[in-house]
């Protein structure tokens, strides 16, 4: 078993709290322990941060912060091997997920906004004699200052850095509290910034829990000028509180309860096709699958045995196995919480389509937190399993008979982070995507992702926008400098 270390000042340390195991979701094993930071240790994390940002770091130009992001790009790419072994190891996931969705993308959150700072430095507002007062009004960026940088277990690379690439693209130092469950890979971030010589204190890692460990120490801490949080509505909710003494800035990226909406013209052997990636895709382990789809009545019946016939297919299997294109729960207490929905499901008289149980793989992932991909149909729109976040491999599948009912039923939750439209008839893709109240809208594909464009969430689902000249905004300050001419 190896030690995860808080990564503080440039070095790699003990904290003050306990140690905690950090467990294989593919075994049910721990393959590491990792080191908890007690309060002094965020502390001190934030101090060094601070003191990065009064040193040269604060002072980087566009050029040297380009080329430190591209570097840690580089090296991400060259230690690839490293960042997937801890990934699955953390995760479960497959290998065929994990190498070319989670650690290619760390990867290329450092080199996107690499590619904009010089761009975004430039979008600036300049005002010459705006009001007839004779002035130029200009804007510059600045950096927030030290940003706090919370996420979750789900893409854990991908979503730390998503984060980390931007706050750094802008001159902030950040402290970063990875998921308890995944320590793993920001642990090893720590390398990489060291290895292209980011200057210390410029990134900080500390672990640990949420409330009465480093996730709460953090976003209290009053010498955070920002936090930035990726992870449960009830969580991002506890997160404002702490934001609000201080008058700190957040931005949040929440839960979701994503609908998928598929209309009787659409090419329906695609539709099954996206919708069993929307719906399965890292055991539905992803903020923007699909748990609610809703489908034309004349295709119901065709639509439902389609996606049964791929949730059969998908093969759950040990991470390495070429063949295996479904892993696990992240957790004994997640498969607790996912199976609950199956039972709660049965009792308000779900048919079961396909799925409803959890079991063990043969051999060493005896112990794994294996569930079936499970499909429903039959319940009201105010069953649990319909109305709340699940975040497993599930759906439940409702038929609608009008564009007006599907927009809806679409809607009618509290949450709105992503939805997926399936419709050969552009003008109702562009009217019914206009009516979706989420964030997000894919027409005819799903988690098709620019990264210059905007990501987050409307209602429950999140405050703010990440993404491109979305990212530069929240991780600067903007300052109007007005010169009498
Ligand atoms: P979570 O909210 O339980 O934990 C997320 C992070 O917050 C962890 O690092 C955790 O230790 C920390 N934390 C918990 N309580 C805290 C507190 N009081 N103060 C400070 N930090 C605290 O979420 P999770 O279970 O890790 O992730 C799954 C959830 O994340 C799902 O709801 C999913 O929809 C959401 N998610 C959203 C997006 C998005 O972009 N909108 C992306 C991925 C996941
Ligand atoms: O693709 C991304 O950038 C992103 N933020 C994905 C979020 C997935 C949520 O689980």
Known sequence: MSDILNFIDGAYVAGGGRWFDVVNPATGQPHARASEAAEADVDRAVAAARRAMA??????SEADRTAMLNAIADEIDRRAEDFLAAEIADTGKPLSLAGTVDIPRGAANFRIFAKMIGAEAERLYEMATPDGAGALNYAIRRPKGVVAVISPWNLPLLLM????APALACGNAVVCKPSEETPSTCALLGEVMRAVGLPDGVFNVVHGFG???????????????????????????????????GTRDISSELGGKNAGVIFADCDLEAAIEGTARSTFTNCGQVCLCTERLYVER???????????????????????????TIGPLISAEHR???????????????????????????????????????LWTG????????????????AHIAPFDSEAEAIA?????????????????LSRAHRVGAALEAGIIWVNTWNLRDLRTAFGGAKQSG???????????????????????
């Open 336 to 374: 607790t919480k996912v199976m609950g929905y199956f039972e709660t499901a049965a009792a308000d008289g779900a048919t079961v389509v396909t799925g409803g149980s959890a079991f063990a793989l043969p051999g060493d992932h005896e112990g794994g937190f294996f569930v079936r991909p499970t």
């Open 379 to 394: 319940l009201a729109e105010d069953s649990a399993a319909v109305r709340e976040e699940v975040f497993g491999p599930v």
């Open 161 to 164: 850095t998503w984060k980390v």
């Open 409 to 425: 039923l679409a809607n009618d939750t509290r949450y709105g982070l992503a939805a997926t439209l399936w419709t050969r008839d």
């Open 211 to 245: 409330p009465g460990s480093a996730g709460a120490f953090l976003t209290a801490h009053p010498d955070v000028d920002a936090i930035t949080f990726t992870g449960e509505t009830r969580t991002g909710e506890a997160i404002m509180k702490a934001a609000a003494v």
């Open 298 to 324: 004349p295709i119901f019946d065709a639509f439902v045995a389609g996606l049964k016939a791929k949730a059969e297919a998908l093969v759950p299997g040990a991470p390495f196995d070429s063949a295996t």
């Open 463 to 485: 405050i703010g926008r990440e993404g491109g000249a979305y990212s530069f905004d929240f991780y600067s300050e903007t300052r109007n400098i007005c010169i009498k001419l």
């Open 55 to 60: 040193g040269p770091w604060g002072r980087t």
